[in-house]
T-cell receptor, first 109, second 111 residues
Framework: RKEVEQDPGPFNVPEGATVAFNCTYSNSASQSFFWYRQDCRKEPKLLMSVYSSGNEDGRFTAQLNRASQYISLLIRDSKLSDSATYLC??????????FGAGTRLTVKP | DAMVIQNPRYQVTQFGKPVTLSCSQTLNHNVMYWYQQKSSQAPKLLFH???????NEADTPDNFQSRRPNTSFCFLDIRSPGLGDAAMYLC??????????FGPGTRLTVL
């Protein structure tokens, strides 16, 4: 079993749609959680950290369920510019960062 | 602007010919990382420096080495590149082990 698993995707949605990505992690001792965004042939960039109480940044909402070892990212009112690959990242007890394989999102006009 | 810089952005080498990729940062972060990312795959951590302490991932081949002469610079040396080493190599930095910031990457082609 992979340490971090994400929805395989790809997700193709129209502008304005709401889309949700899921991620599960295998190590229950994991400490911190992040969503990164990666555009084609570019480097990953931090989208948001994920806190136990859930957090929101504009159109983006991240949720963490430690009991189920599950993280989610919700994007509301999708824009064309949201098209990218979204990487789920989990930091373990040794401070090592483990990346999911990513879920590709394409937002169409 | 403070940033993570990687040079070159594109590197072409021949099978078995040593190659060095460089990373520099103006963030004054004490931790620097090297990742390998192949097409449609997750970035894979090769190793990281916590200050001067080198931390190698267990499954990183011996073909990959790294040097960190000072806080700002870190190098990735591939001693004998094989066709399977063609990938994007990403450098990242962090203050302690907090949020990582990535450079633009070096795309390596092995002929």
């Amino acid at each position: 079993r992979k340490e971090v698993e994400q929805d395989p995707g790809p997700f193709n949605v129209p502008e304005g749609a709401t889309v949700a990505f899921n991620c599960t992690y295998s190590n229950s001792a994991s400490q911190s959680f992040f969503w990164y965004r990666q555009d084609c042939r570019k480097e990953p960039k931090l989208l948001m950290s994920v806190y136990s109480s859930g957090n929101e940044d504009g159109r983006f909402t991240a949720q963490l369920n430690r009991a189920s070892q599950y993280i989610s990212l919700l994007i509301r009112d999708s824009k064309l510019s949201d098209s990218a690959t979204y990487l789920c990242v989990v930091k373990g007890i040794n401070n090592d960062m483990r990346f999911g394989a990513g879920t590709r999102l394409t937002v169409k006009p | 602007d403070a940033m993570v810089i990687q040079n070159p952005r594109y590197q072409v080498t021949q099978f078995g010919k040593p190659v060095t990729l460089s990373c520099s940062q103006t963030l004054n972060h004490n931790v620097m990382y090297w990742y390998q990312q192949k097409s449609s795959q997750a970035p894979k951590l090769l190793f990281h420096y916590y200050d001067k302490d080198f931390n190698n991932e267990a499954d990183t081949p011996d073909n990959f080495q790294s040097r960190r002469p000072n806080t700002s610079f870190c190098f990735l040396d591939i001693r004998s590149p094989g066709l399977g080493d063609a990938a994007m190599y990403l450098c990242a930095t962090s203050r302690e082990m907090y949020t990582q910031y990535f450079g633009p990457g070096t795309r390596l082609t092995v002929l």
